[in-house]
């Protein structure tokens, strides 16, 4: 397990799920810094700002679409290979061929309670906070 937090960027426009998500990982303990990123034009630069080790993404974010926040991440040179993993309330299948195609690297339904939000926030530090190597 790292000693230093892992820095996690949420791209969420909706405060209440962000504020879900906030509370699924503090309720988790896991050993994670979150950073808000309430709208697409500000991505590239709080990715950069932050130092960001890992992306949450909601695919619907008003005007602009989490897809296109993905592609755009995976165009940039810097971010390439940078995990993302889609976090929505859609689960049509769709959806999630999309996102695995743009280069997610995992896609997972929102959950739909808070007991469910720490659970997810568990498995989510279970993996990519103690056993996956971040590049």
């Known amino acids: 397990m790292s000693l230093e937090p892992v820095r996690i960027l949420v791209i969420e426009d909706d405060p209440i799920d962000f504020s ?3 509370k ?4 988790a303990e896991a050993q ?4 808000h990123c309430p709208s697409a034009d500000r991505v590239m630069e709080m990715l950069e700002a932050r130092a960001c080790r890992i992306v949450l993404l909601d695919l619907s974010l008003g005007r602009d679409t989490g897809m296109d926040v993905l592609r755009s991440i ?4 810097r971010f390439a290979i940078l995990p ?3 976090l929505s309330s859609s689960s049509n299948h769709r959806d999630i061929a999309e996102g695995y195609a743009a280069g997610a690297n995992a896609y997972v ?3 739909l309670t808070m007991e469910l939000y ?3 926030a568990r498995a989510f530090s279970a993996f990519w906070v103690d056993v996956a190597q971040l590049g």
């Open 74 to 77: 995976r165009a940039d040179k």
């Open 118 to 120: 720490r659970q997810f």
């Open 32 to 35: 994670v810094e979150l950073f």
């Open 20 to 22: 879900l998500v906030k």
């Open 109 to 111: 339904e929102k959950p």
């Open 24 to 27: 699924g990982f503090e309720g």
């Open 84 to 86: 993302v993993v889609v």
